[in-house]
T-cell receptor, first 115, second 112 residues
Framework: GAVVSQHPSRVICKSGTSVKIECRSLDFQATTMFWYRQFPKQSLMLMATSNEGSKATYEQGVEKDKFLINHASLTLSTLTVTSAHPEDSSFYIC???????????FGQGTRLTVV | AQSVTQPDIHITVSEGASLELRCNYSYGATPYLFWYVQSPGQGLQLLLK??????LVQGIKGFEAEFKRSQSSFNLRKPSVHWSDAAEYFC??????????FGKGTMLLVSP
């Protein structure tokens, strides 16, 4: 299957700083990318959907000014957690789909810890 | 709105025994259905998917699932569980290109 690479896999940052997470499709063009957040022992909750070259669509309750999403190319989307606080600590996972593919391929996830 | 229910939060199965994980969905049209597995601290690995056709779907690692429209179910099965199958399993539904809606997951524990 197609490969989606997410980087970094783990990051620890200080409260008040910003963190950028990258999601890359390595062998296909990802017209749509999704960002999920997973709290401990819970399911994945969709945060936003991004289409290449367009503004991301955020789910209700997700602060777009706090979670900045950029999808500037067909192989890269980034999620920036701005002014991170301990409550932002979580597991963030991206997925991507291509033009002719109804299957979403997932990255490995990023464990963010804000101290 | 689409939704997925996984009624079992935890399931414990003896190694070598059979397994069935339940999944019920709510969706207005013909859904695309998925089962994913997640090991601790890892991303999601697709086990199998149903889009159309044969309602019994074979996946990786010896897993299979059966789509039953009348019951709105897509239960995951494996005839003989291995210790390495211990993980969390997520059922998901989508309408194709749109986003996946996940169930809350079922944690599988395998006893010796």
């Amino acid at each position: 299957g197609a490969v989606v690479s997410q980087h970094p896999s783990r990051v620890i940052c200080k409260s008040g700083t910003s963190v950028k997470i990258e999601c890359r499709s390595l062998d296909f063009q990802a017209t749509t990318m999704f960002w999920y957040r997973q709290f401990p022992k819970q399911s994945l909750m969709l945060m936003a959907t991004s289409n290449e070259g367009s503004k991301a669509t955020y789910e209700q309750g997700v602060e777009k000014d706090k979670f900045l999403i950029n999808h500037a190319s067909l192989t890269l989307s980034t999620l920036t957690v701005t002014s991170a606080h301990p409550e932002d600590s979580s597991f963030y996972i991206c997925s991507a789909t291509g033009d002719t593919n109804t299957e979403a391929f997932f990255g490995q996830g990023t464990r963010l810890t804000v101290v | 709105a689409q939704s997925v229910t996984q009624p079992d939060i935890h399931i414990t199965v003896s190694e070598g025994a059979s397994l069935e994980l339940r999944c019920n969905y709510s969706y207005g049209a013909t859904p695309y259905l998925f089962w994913y597995v997640q090991s601790p601290g890892q991303g999601l690995q697709l086990l199998l998917k149903y889009f159309s056709g044969d309602t019994l779907v074979q996946g990786i690692k010896g897993f299979e699932a059966e789509f039953k429209r009348s019951q709105s179910s897509f239960n995951l099965r494996k005839p003989s569980v291995h210790w390495s199958d211990a993980a969390e399993y997520f059922c998901a539904v989508s309408s194709g290109y749109s986003t996946l809606t996940f169930g809350k997951g079922t944690m599988l524990l395998v006893s010796p």
